[in-house]
């Protein structure tokens, strides 16, 4: 079952999302209750009858089918040992590998399966209305007015020696830890036997026979996008069981990757699925109580019968009474190359269950070939810019060649056409498409245009969206600080930033944030206006011919000598003239430095306002106020006060405040629709095969098609603690079918105290307010945004909520920036439109020496603030993935390759593999961005972050080329330098392992198009961190290069090495030894290997493509006799017609024989192909 696309009840059924993106429930609670008594009730277990309310029908159900109920489970009984399809996969799996233990595993077969999305959330309280809360040793559950709080035992998971996997099948990688095979085999039973504490199912606690259980759920996550015209999605199928007392763990994990229904039904069987299956499943089995057992008991050896390696893992016994993993939670799994895992989690906090799902989505990724699974964040954002009061369709702007009658050819009967001329869409009647001499007048508040020779019009309001055909959007925006309007002018194509291996801390969300909520809103000031004024107009009358030394002078395309003023010249290129370059001569760059920062803004401020019917006379239209008999500061524009817009970027280390930079007049944040946020689904396919695209992507041959595997984001909202300063966080906590962890179950006393404390509760944005007054008014217990539970003595640092995907939440802001896209690619309203990768933008987490509790933190503060790395240096920094200080890591950490260390269940070569090949063929520059600090001076946290989508938004493809901006000087190389050591001699700090980092030239060109002063924003010393302090930054290089020598002699060290691609051999080779066969990475015969040219013609990777091909064709058959064998079952003619398996079977056998086919290998060249993992398949 594909379920991208569903919608109605399906969507419902399977994630509780509408269409709408609100949370809704499937049915009510008088039809939840019934159809739970029912499903006890089939399974043989004694529901109890009562007159209380919802249970009246119920009671009635259950007497007419009592016998019906008794046949079911005699019939269950009989057929014990029978597994539904996933699960006789999952069986055969271990009953194959656990062969040599002499241990028999049987899955459970009356385990109660949530079978629709609800279900699980229901069961995880009390029926008992009187009930709100339940507690066992490993949760506590609250029953809140509008959804769930679950508290488990841990606040947090850990990622120190969590990672345990069966020696069986693929080799282990040095950085998790080898159990014996029987010792999984006993962990693997003592977890399908929960104690019967654990085992009580929450929903029948009060009852007088509560149900003990293990409960069960299936999910189908994505694995591989669809590409339109090319392929559809593939997915796989992972089964969860888990004792009857932890069925939450069920809720959480559904709630993020949706209910795959019932697996005992034929419809959501994957093996007959052949159009998205992978071919693999996995399975997860929640056992916390598995953490009492003893090391003796699972069949470890005593420490005299134990080898080195068990020594140092631990794996081996001393005192009889050790505990496995001395009682600290861990996971262990068991996994070969059929793509098939059986993970145990011996603990039941939420983020085991998500990280679980996401290690065995890149298992299945691995196994099938052509897709990645990524850590990543990512966004497409659209450019936008306040038009002040009119828009004009400029060519420069909207182009020339998109007309209105083109336009509505493409939409079709998806708008509405009026008389007038204008059109409306049918999905949304708040968005018009109007003909391409559309004006708009904000003084008039009217958009107006010509139809048949008659001009006519239309009033512009708030909250509509009017689209010029060439997908450029129009609206109209009160602005944040005044009472004042404005226009709002954005593009019709984005840019998808994506942000894949970054650190914890890194910007991951980030990147997909609006900048909205850090802009900061004051008045532009005055000194002395008279004073102040006269300094502007010499500016303005200033004669600029001479501006540019003489070599570069003949290189402007348009004389430097026009007015600022002029009508053609822009407002950026006034910025760029006031904005230091090294191309301007002495005398220019000391008159820029002679004006003082607020009488730039003024000028920038006139500029942006100034019209043509002005002429001179611009001086009149400014004034300022008199205060007390003396001229004010506050800058008005024809009486009414201008608003500027500051930014924040780091920390002043010198005064103790916040650094803020006034923003351009005409800047407004792009618009943003986030793609992914952790868990992220990718494919590479040549650009060719992708229709629509325009010239913006004609630069890369192959293209990164990226898609979020989850319906909800497990959010850790840090800034919520304080009221009213998160307030997406304290809107989304007011919602409905809200889930919870980690925060302090309030009961009515302390609510009512909480909401009466005016210093307090005030603060709040007004959902929390009226939240909490909600919980006042309905009673029992409930949570508040600012409230985070106490843990051990302290509050949590790790307070959680679901929250729905921005993009589903807010489907109309997609469907938007779709259309936009759409009339802009001039695509039909028929055809999908597709968002591929335009740029890779990866984050590193930055901290500067430091001490904890007497320790000393390594300094790693070495980034300016946007780096460039060429593919081996890029991917030495990936295999690393080094951090600095930041919830996973303390100083100069690695997190593994890719940053998925404690989540690959196989040897990393095979994700660097794939993610260097996926560089390579795509060609997009590797960039990075910083977070945390620049140099041990400036703390920037992740105002680096949120500007990074920004500025590369208002960049062309041309100006985001690595090529081009090296060759402008807007990128420079770092070079290796010699440093004095304490004894006298010289050491070599390999400061080239950074690659390119950006220049004043890239500052002033381009973050010159979001801020007045750009070079004060980002001044020199963030640009050159060396210069806060040589010594930090050649300390914090040497930590950079110290830990990505031993990140790599792991591969060494397990063996893994082997089974690196011959360009990962040479990047671990030189990262562990500095050099390949005696060759230095900058040698000429290495560079020229990672090329795109040299990789295609290569023989390893022609490898990979043979390898997909044979894969495809085990997995083709293997369909083709699934389909078949369901033909062939007595009975099952009439299911076999509804599903259309006649029609499967052809379309699987048209589709084996594609695979098999010679011309099927031309078809993967520009793809991934399929890593072999191992040497021995092709």
Known sequence: ??????????????????????????????????????????????????????????????????????????????????????????????????????????????????????????LSLPEDPSFDEFHNSENSSYKLCNGVLHNPFNDRRTTKGVFHIADYGLPVPADKIKVPLITYAKLLEAALQPPEDLNLLPYTSQWNNPVESMASLMLRPLVCPEVPGVSPEKRLEVRFFVPGGCVSNLDFVESIFGNAGDPSLPENDAGIDTNHWTGTSGCVILAPHIRKLKKKDVGLSHISEATEEQKKTGMCWENEDELYNGGTPFKITLRDKRGIMVTILADNYFGYCKKEVKTQIGLSANIFGLAEEEHAGGAVAFKSYSLGTHFYPDEAIVGSSHTYEEALTLLGNTVTVHPTGYATDKKYNTIHILPEDIEVDLTAQAATWTKDGVQQSLRILPGHEYLHPSGYKIRLQKHPASTAYKLIGTAGEGTYCHKPSTVSGGGKSEISKSMNDAVIYGCIYTSDFETDMKMVRDIIERDYSNCFKPEYAKLQARSPSRNILSMDRSLGSVVKLLTPKNEYTKEHLDFIESIPYRISSIVFAIKRFYKPTWGEDWLSHFSVDIVNGAKGHELKLDGRKLAGSYLRVGHDHINGGWRTFKLRQDFISADKVQMEDDITASVVVPRERIKGLPTEYSMFPSLKISQNCEWRLFQRPDDAIYPGFDSQTEDDLAGEQIFVSNFKPIYEEEMKDLSERVDFFEIFTDPMKKHMHRCLKEGGVNMCSAKPRIWHGEITKNPRYLQVRPDVARPRDKYLAQLGTRLYRKLPATEPCVFPVASVIGGRRNNPPDEINGVKILPLCVFNPIHYQEIPELFIDYVCSVTGKSPSTTGAGSEGALTKGPFNAINATADLNNALVSMILTGYGGFSSAAGYIGPNYKVDHDISLLIPEVWCRMTPEERSPENLIKNGALEKLDDFEMDTPEGGKRTVLASRLGYRITDKFVSHYFGRIFDNPCAAINEEMLKPEVQSLEVFADGVDNLVEAERKSALNYFKDGTIKYACPLLKIILHVMAYGNYEGKPLDDPEIRIMFTRNAVLKSDWYKKRLVTKQQRDIVLGMRNIKALEDFLGRPGYQVEAARLGIHQRLVDAERELARVSSDSYLDDLVGTLGADPIVDDEV
């Open 1 to 122: 079952m594909a379920n991208t696309n569903l919608h109605g009840e399906d969507l419902i059924r399977h994630c509780g999302l509408n269409d709408k993106g609100k949370a809704v429930e499937q049915m009510d609670n008088q039809s939840f209750h019934r159809l739970i008594a029912v499903k006890l009730a089939s399974h043989g277990f004694d529901v109890p009858h009562s007159t209380n309310g919802h249970r009246e029908a119920e009671n009635q159900v259950m007497q007419l089918a009592s016998d019906l109920f008794r046949r079911y489970a005699e019939q269950s009984r009989l057929l014990t040992g029978h597994l539904n399809p996933p699960d006789r996969r999952i069986q055969d799996f271990l009953d194959d590998a656990l062969s040599t233990t002499g241990i028999c595993i049987a899955l459970p077969t009356n385990a109660i399966n949530m079978d629709r999305y609800g279900m699980a959330r229901k």
